[in-house]
């Protein structure tokens, strides 16, 4: 057994036992530590499997900012953990039927003769000077360009959805309803003319010795 090979069943192993501590822990803070562990190991998988620039992404972007800010809002909103598990024992099993859907779904994928994952062949040395941008670009751009387009909507609507529950209850007064506002008449609701008497103001004349000379005459 090779080096790779080692490293590819650790890591692995490393990222399940991350994942499922991550779906089970009781504590919030500690659920979301789990999930950057998984994230440091699989760019750590990236890496072995010569994606340096996936791996690197993975541990800026997801942890070192996604990440960060989960735990930031996590110990923030002081969150009733009691009050959030009480229905975790009544809907788990419907979650863990799902979750055999899915895994007997991947595996028929992955054994399917259709899928002919031997096709790609065992994985070569690249050289010193390969770009690996450039080459998950071309492939983004050209090859998987629908799937790359179709993710990026899915996640817009996902960030609009979020957005949409989030407030949905909410009584603040600079939210705006847009069918409220089709419905506004520009002459009744939005305009008031009001009439006012012109008022004319005469400009004050500086005091000076001649003119305070004049009064004392007067």
């Known amino acids: 057994m090779s080096f790779q090979l080692i490293m590819f069943y650790t890591l692995a192993a ?34 072995l499997m010569q994606a340096e620039f996936l791996g690197i ?17 996590v110990m923030m909103l002081n969150i009733d953990v009691e009050e959030m598990r009480k229905g975790f024992w009544r809907n788990a099993p419907v979650a863990a039927t799902v979750g055999v859907l899915m895994a007997v779904a ?61 407030h949905r ?16 008449d520009a002459s009744k609701g939005r305009m008031k003319l009001v009439k006012m008497q012109p008022m004319v103001q005469t400009p004050s004349v500086p005091e000076t010795p001649e003119t305070a000379a004049e009064e004392g005459k007067a």
């Not at 209850?169 to 506004?184: F, G, L, T």
Request: with cysteine; glycine share 4%; proline share 5%.
């Open 14 to 47: 490393i990222i399940l036992f991350g994942a499922l501590k991550t779906v089970t822990v009781k504590n919030p803070v500690h659920a979301a530590l789990y999930l950057v562990l998984t994230f440091c190991m699989s760019a750590m998988m990236w890496m």
């Open 57 to 73: 992404t993975l541990v800026v972007v997801y942890v070192g900012a996604v990440m960060v800010l989960f735990l930031f809002v």
């Open 106 to 166: 991947l595996i028929l994928i992955l054994v399917s003769p259709k899928t002919n994952l031997a096709a790609f062949g065992a994985m070569v040395d690249v050289p010193a000077d390969h770009s690996n941008v450039r080459e998950l670009g071309r492939q983004i751009y050209t090859t998987y360009m629908l799937p790359f387009e179709l993710a990026a909507v899915l996640l817009l609507l996902g960030m609009v959805a979020a957005i949409a529950l989030v």
């Open 169 to 184: 209850k909410s009584n603040n007064p600079k939210r705006m309803d847009p069918a409220e506002q089709v419905k506004v």
